[in-house]
């Protein structure tokens, strides 16, 4: 059975940074993709980055060169540090594997974690 447990969230002012961390087990976690998403009220879930099993990295625009994606394989883990935050990054965030569809990079596994919650005030 596939569980992703998300943490690492808080509330943060602009400029500030956190550190979230998604432990996954029920996968064979260290030939998957990994990505973090979001989802802000009222938005649809949105891919922001993703590590491959070489830990190749890539990332949205919107959040490139202030999020830094990583991985641990020995605990089944991937991270995402994000620095300069802005209000703009406020959503609930979600860790998933992922795969490539002809839509481009999706979610492999319908089951989602509880997510957790980033606040940045202004």
């Known amino acids: 059975q596939v569980q992703l447990v998300e943490s690492g969230g808080g509330l943060v002012q602009a400029g500030g940074s956190l550190r979230l961390s998604c432990a996954a087990s029920?996968?064979?976690?260290?030939?998957?993709?990994m990505g973090w998403f979001r989802q802000a009220p009222g938005k649809q879930r949105e891919l922001v980055a993703h590590?491959?099993?070489?830990?190749?990295?890539d990332y949205a625009d919107s959040v490139k060169g202030r999020f830094t994606i990583s991985r641990d394989n020995a605990k089944n883990t991937v991270y995402l540090r994000m620095n300069s935050l802005k209000p703009e990054d406020t959503a609930v965030y979600y860790c998933n594997a992922v795969d490539s569809t002809t839509s481009g990079l999706k979610e492999i596994y319908h089951t989602w974690g509880q997510g957790t919650q980033v606040t940045v005030s202004s």
């Open positions: 590590i491959t099993r070489r830990f190749s990295t």
């Open positions: 029920g996968i064979i976690f260290s030939i998957a993709t």
